[in-house]
């Protein structure tokens, strides 16, 4: 569609002229970071026609009810909301509306929504293609030189994780005479057999993937893994569906949004930007508790496979981190704990932390290279 | 219905007490016919929104509760295939032929809520209003779901490929809730109009025990409140809803309480509180500590 250009200051009484309300308000909030497609925008025209201007709460909720599609949104809302009220006040109605707004249409959002849905790429292919690969492969993260980082990224995009499978309550066409009758295809047939249900046809339960949950360690501590690791969690997030990644440091930072597009780089930069903390300290304790209420407990983590990639250096009370590992270990299926000091052969899990969650976890592995982490994407398939 | 006020009063009648928030995306979603995705703590009464809009408007509730693993024949419509097959061998043993038309007509067609909701029609027997579709916990159905929920929702038809298309005449109000145990996919969420539903502060929550469970003396419902109030501020892993307080507040009644105190705290703790953790941690924090709270807001 062709960039429409708004000139003009509009009647405010008029239909257009809400539309070029929504329209400015949308441009700010936008520029404040929140995602507003145009059909939003178009809904808020609407809604300003229907509630009105005034007072201020109408213009707000109608705003919120339109524009707002998470609770985490409605501080940036508000923000900008605040500012765009002033400024309405501040210049009069009219005014506000900013000349030569330039409207793009963007359908790139909705092809990008249909990528979204397509494809896991089949198969469970760990290949490695070059055999100096193979020194590589067993060599320590943070023994690496950049040249054999760069090296080993190529490896790891070749990485993939493929999950658990677990029994889904959808049912599938079953080639085998037995289990439950498919009826929708029996009666189908006996049209053709004159009404007698001679070829029945059976359903059997389609299995899914089980939801993979990683949570790595950003901390300080893990500084030399934790580039090497966040790879590894993008190519679990590309690898195949219903994966959720989140980045540990003094908070809890979800990342699965921004680990999701196809670029490693790309990606990777965007996860980057979005955790505030990288390298800063670790609250492994209170970001697992974040992540059982907001998220894991709530359903996330219920039945899912959930990997937790840290070192198990904790500046929090070893306490709360037990009990949120109970908690965690309560409602998942299986909990992996990728800890890359495991590997040196004088390791024991002294530390804090690592002591006060190895009761609550199924399988503690080593992810500090390579090997370690196809290693890792065995057990999570398994 | 003229503006949103309108909305909150004709709510309030029906015993729902809504915010401005809820009722304009109440008000919105009627004016636009939009669906409402309403999202927000567990027990804040997001299902009871419908449950209220049908009462209110006398539309018949149609209610699709989701899970795991629904899809479109327990969702949308299913043949009825044992009449489909005594049919076939009825027409069989009169020496007819079958046409495969016959057998794929309405009368063989099983409407599940969403095609209920659509190809809902107006007679002398049924109400004139639309029907409220409720959309249950939308995030328990997987994604699959979601996408033939979007394409109903989006054009307000459903296709039958062995029957046409059906078409509602007035599009029902949709009413979707969700836990957020997962995030709900983003085009669906641009279809519909969002409100998170909070818990309600003070006097709204005094309003709601009022309104709810008018056996509960004022006094004790307004300790009731308070104590609740105070319980939301202890870090609870499940804070509780405004369902719970209306039950602890019947609960403390039930048990000829006009007054709280620490003995009939403690004894219906389980009733406001789910999980062992939150009940320790509250006892942890002194129950006289509440009641001290609840005894300064009733004064």
Known sequence: MPDTTVAGVAELD??????????????LLRAAGLDVPVGNTVAFGQAIAAVGVEPRSALYWAGRATLVRRPEDADIYDRAFAAWWEHLHTLSLGAAVTRDVVVAFDTADDAAVAADDGEPPGGDVQSVRYSRAEVLRERDFAHYSPEE?????????????????????????????RGRPDLRRTVRRAIRAGGEPIHRAYVAPSERPRRLVLLCDVSGSMETYARALVRFLHAAVVGRGSVEAFA???????????????????????????VADWSGGTRLGEGLRTFNDEWGVRGMARGAVVVILSDGWDRGEPELLAEQMARLHRVAHKVVWVNPLKSSPDYAPLARGMAAALPHVDEFVEGHSLASLEQLARIVAS | METVDDVRVALAEHD?????????????????????????????????????????????????????????????????????LLH???????????????????????????????????????????????????????DEFEAFLLEILSDYTVTVPELGTFRASVPPLVVVTSNRTRDVHDALKRRCLYHWIAHPDFDRELAILRVRAPDVPEALARQVAAAVEAMRTLDLYKPPGVAETIDWANALAALGQSAID??????????????????????????????????????
């Open chain 1, 248 to 274: 540990l440091g003094t908070r809890l930072t979800r990342i699965t949004r921004e680990l999701s597009s196809r670029d490693p780089d790309a990606a990777i930069a965007a996860a980057a930007h979005r």
């Open chain 1, 149 to 177: 980082f760069a090296e080993a990224r190529r490896l790891m995009d070749d990485l993939r994780v493929t999950g658990a499978m677990r029994r889904s309550r959808r049912m599938r066409p079953s080639r085998h005479q």
């Open chain 1, 14 to 27: 008029t239909p257009g002229g809400f539309d070029r309300l929504a329209v400015g308000f949308a441009r």
């Open chain 2, 262 to 299: 620490d003995h009939s705290v403690a004894a219906t703790l389980g009733t406001i509180l789910k999980y062992r953790e939150d009940q320790e941690r509250t006892l942890a924090h002194g129950l006289d500590q509440l009641v001290h709270a609840a005894a300064e807001r009733s004064a």
């Open chain 2, 88 to 142: 076939l061998r009825a027409v069989e043993a009169g020496g007819g032929d079958v046409v495969e038309d016959e057998l794929y007509s309405e009368r063989f067609l099983v409407k599940r809520p969403l095609l209920r909701a659509i190809a809902y029609e107006h007679d002398a027997l049924t109400p004139a209003a639309p029907p409220v579709l409720l959309v249950d916990e939308v995030d328990r159905a997987d």
């Open chain 2, 16 to 84: 729902y007490l809504a915010d401005e928030g809820l009722a304009t995306a109440v008000f919105l979603a009627i004016r636009l016919q939009r669906p409402l995705l309403l999202e927000g703590e567990a027990g804040v009464g997001k299902t009871e929104v419908a449950k209220v809009l049908a009462r209110w408007t006398g539309g018949e509730l149609v209610r699709l509760q989701c899970y795991e693993g629904i899809d479109a024949a327990q969702a949308v419509y299913e043949w009825d295939y044992s009449r489909q």
